[in-house]
């Protein structure tokens, strides 16, 4: 039999060392429970950055694959599948937006979203090619690619990777102000995530996403909101951005959106801004897979029919107000929204996670001083409290 010990060290002998992962193997695991090859039982409270929001192998996501698995899987762009009309509509009519663009991880979505609102600059308001600019956020994170690190305000993301994407510019996340003085004739879109992720939790200040729709309405500015992880219920609204009664003009969707099982990610937009795609602008091999729309569809609908938009309400607010109780001079702040939270320390919490390993909770530090809490919007109440006994005697030890 494997051992913990052994495959760790294969995987750093041969692995290129770009991740640093805590030191436990995933052998097995269901719904919110993860166990090693030496039978441990873990809780997962990341629940792989929101991508398992159905909790691990979803008996109805792994049905629906088996299926399509028995007919076809792969049949590249150049031929038609039976199953990518339908999560077409399922996702159009999930978003509220006309069209589609189907990718694999969410950085691939976010790329497309890039090149849509450039060519849209150009095709449609009439920016000279070369000239269209786009806006972020600082601490944004966007994904890996060297066009979306050009727009990273993290310098470990970015050292020596030159030379970078031009035409980006960044703002303070949260900032009006600047978001006025930033947009030029040349602006094609304002990309934003409701609530920065990777960036520790952070939300901006209310109403900030409501104004920034307003401003880029009146200059003729493409809203596009990186929903890849706050998108499918994990906030406790279907999208994040529905906390500020905003429809953005592009929603770039992944993570949840595959089930815990595949990856699946897309650009959602209205025919006015999508459709400045003509055949070979754009595309992508596995993009639109049967076996990925098959997974993907049947994941939005488990999402819809067991309301995970309710669940993460319901199951956020209980975890959140017990979190709130902790005592321990360090933390400075307790956020996030549904099951999107965030503990903030004075301190690094890297220590704090390898604790909560010992005891069986599963949870990563973001932005070094953070420790985010995200399990499968699936978990019950009862594992909460099993949860949270642990938490609570490491965080007050
Ligand atoms: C994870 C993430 C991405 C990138 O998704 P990958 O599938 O890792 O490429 C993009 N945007 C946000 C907000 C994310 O959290």
Known sequence: MKSTKGIIEK?????????????????????????????????????????????????????????????????????????????????????????????????????????????????????????????????????????????SSEAAYRRGYGPLTPGFKLIGYGDIEQLKAAITPNTAAFIMEPIQGEGGIVMPPAGFMKAAKQICEENNVLLIADEVQTGFARTGKMFASMWEDVDPDMYVLGKALGGGLFPVSAVAANKEVLGVFNPGSHGSTFGGNPLGCAIAIEAMKVMIEDDYVGMANDKGAYFMEKLKTIKNPHIVDVRGRGLLIGVEFDIAAEAYCDELKEEGVLAHDTHHTVIRFAPPLIITKEEIDWAFERIKKVLEK
């Open 11 to 151: 995987t750093k002998k041969f692995g290129a060392n770009n991740y640093n992962p805590t030191e436990v193997v995933f052998s097995h695991a269901e719904g919110v429970w993860v166990t090693d090859p030496e039978g441990k039982k873990y809780i997962d409270f990341l629940s792989a950055y929101s991508a398992a929001s159905h909790g691990h192998r979803h008996p109805r996501i792994i049905e629906a694959a088996k299926k399509q698995m028995e007919k076809v899987t792969l049949t590249s762009r150049a031929f038609h599948n039976e199953v990518l009309c339908d999560f077409y509509e399922l996702l159009s009519e999930v978003t509220g937006k006309e069209m589609i663009l189907p990718m694999n991880t969410g950085a691939e979505a976010v790329e497309t979203a890039l090149k849509c609102a450039r060519r849209w600059a150009v095709d449609v308001k009439g920016v000279e090619e070369g000239k269209q600019e786009i806006i972020a956020c600082n601490g944004n994170f966007h994904g890996r690619t060297i066009s979306i690190i050009s727009m």
